[in-house]
């Protein structure tokens, strides 16, 4: 049974709105959700117009009523904004290079203010999520001010997001970010009272570290963002397979293209591979001659879901080696998949952690990156599922469990603990 006591979490979290994509999704459950669970919130957050590279403002309605705090970096700004100049880029893409991501101009920015935050919201606990890295360094920062405050970390990600990618003068750029990530973190995870992540994969690999209690909180999908969906799945004429969102810098497109090309041509010809959010250069040069893909442009998140909840199966793959950290890889964009209800195709490194979660929950089919022959192999066995009106929803009671309604109510549970451990220690007050 829950206390009746109102307990006040400062929420640091750089991805909120206006920034879109899936980074700032997590945040905005918790933000909305804990309140419900005794856990007044504040979020401390950006506070320009560009954050981000994607940029989603019919998120703003989502967040009216939330208490927010915004620090702003006018060289962040410029750096995102699509009228950005290069010379004028000068001091934060320096600060990319030197440090771990540009986002740590933030993290000075915040350092300069934290203090009289703190002082003044006076919260029982503070909640840090990460990626960006450069901002756990307000571990160390926050314990210095009040060492008495519980910080609980939400690492959403690990170094796999660093690494080297792209031209010779990128990977360098990524080798020195990755560099100086391993050698600052661990220090500044060293400060932190308890950790959580949304994968079981993630937890395992930092329990080899730190002794700190961890749990896994995965991402939830908002059942109130699926009520205002009004639209039915219906089968078309052709077999749609939607990936939604960016695909990340280090998932191979070209993947794709041999495991599809590898399907029978009277199969290829009524199925459509729709990659929605990832119409560029690079995607243009890949797809273009093949009528079976889709590309479109970024669209809101709500229109995102009523893809998802309108495709014949959503697709998500890890093209990335297990020893780059492929295997510990599950993208956020699977819990709203979940939430659409629509059956997962999921392809990734064998017995890694991605293919392992859809098989365990029974989400749909699932098929290993290293082999594109199996992979067309099971694309072909959904079609015919789907040619004959046989491809199974999601069970409800399997989606239910990653409801917010119940996956931030055990992230209140342990939030509480802190709490509850620090009267203890206090003596009682």
């Not at 700190?212 to 749609?240: H, L």
């Not at 999601?394 to 309604?405: G, L, Q, R, T, W």
Request: aromatic share 10%; proline share 6%.
């Amino acid at each position: 049974m829950r206390s009746n006591k109102i307990h006040k979490l400062l929420f640091i979290s750089y991805f909120f709105p206006p920034s879109g994509g899936i980074s700032c999704q997590r945040a905005i459950r918790f933000a909305k959700y804990l309140p419900r669970f005794e856990w007044n919130t504040t979020v401390l957050t950006y506070g320009g117009k560009y954050p981000w590279r994607i940029i989603d403002r019919t998120l703003l309605n989502k967040i009216e009523s939330m208490d927010v705090i915004r620090v702003e970096v006018p060289e962040i700004d410029r750096y995102f904004s699509s009228k950005r100049k290069k010379l004028s880029n000068l001091k934060t893409l320096s600060a990319g290079m030197l440090n771990i991501d540009v986002m740590s101009l933030w993290g000075e920015y915040v350092k300069k203010q934290i203090g009289d935050i703190m002082e003044k919201k006076q919260p029982d606990l503070i909640l840090l999520t990460a990626p960006p890295f450069s901002s756990l360094e307000l571990i160390k920062i926050c314990k210095k001010i009040d060492s008495d405050i519980p910080i609980i970390v939400d690492m959403r990600d690990l170094y796999w997001i660093l690494n080297p990618e792209g031209s010779f003068i990128k990977k360098l750029i990524n080798r020195h970010q990755l560099s100086t990530a391993i050698n600052r973190i661990p220090e500044w995870l060293s400060f932190a009272d308890g950790l959580i992540a949304p994968t079981k994969a993630i937890v395992e690999n930092i329990l080899d570290e730190y002794s700190s209690p961890s749990i896994v909180v995965p991402t939830p999908y908002d059942p109130d963002d699926f009520k205002i969906i009004t639209a039915k799945y219906n089968k078309g004429e052709k077999f749609k397979i939607l990936h939604s969102g960016r695909i990340y810098r280090s998932n191979k497109p070209e993947l794709l293209l041999e495991i599809f090309s590898l399907l029978p041509s009277d199969i290829l010809e009524r199925t459509q591979l729709i990659l929605q959010g990832y119409d560029n250069d690079t995607a243009r040069n890949i797809f273009s001659p093949y009528r079976w893909v889709k590309l479109t442009d970024f669209v809101s998140h709500r229109d995102a879901l009523l893809s998802q909840s309108t495709a014949d199966v959503n697709f998500v793959y890890v093209s990335e080696n297990p020893y780059r950290g492929g295997d510990l890889i599950i993208p956020g964009k699977i819990f709203d998949y979940i939430g659409a209800g629509r059956p997962i195709f999921a392809i990734g490194p064998k017995d890694g952690a991605l293919v392992s979660f859809v098989e365990e929950n029974k989400l749909g089919f699932s098929a290993p990156s290293e082999s594109p022959e199996l992979c067309a192999d099971i694309l072909a066995k959904m079609f015919g599922l789907w040619e004959d009106n046989k491809l199974q929803k999601i069970h409800e009671e399997i989606s239910v469990k990653y409801s917010a309604d119940n996956v931030v109510e055990k992230l209140a549970d342990f939030l509480d603990s802190f709490v509850d451990k620090k009267k203890i220690n206090n003596g009682g007050r």
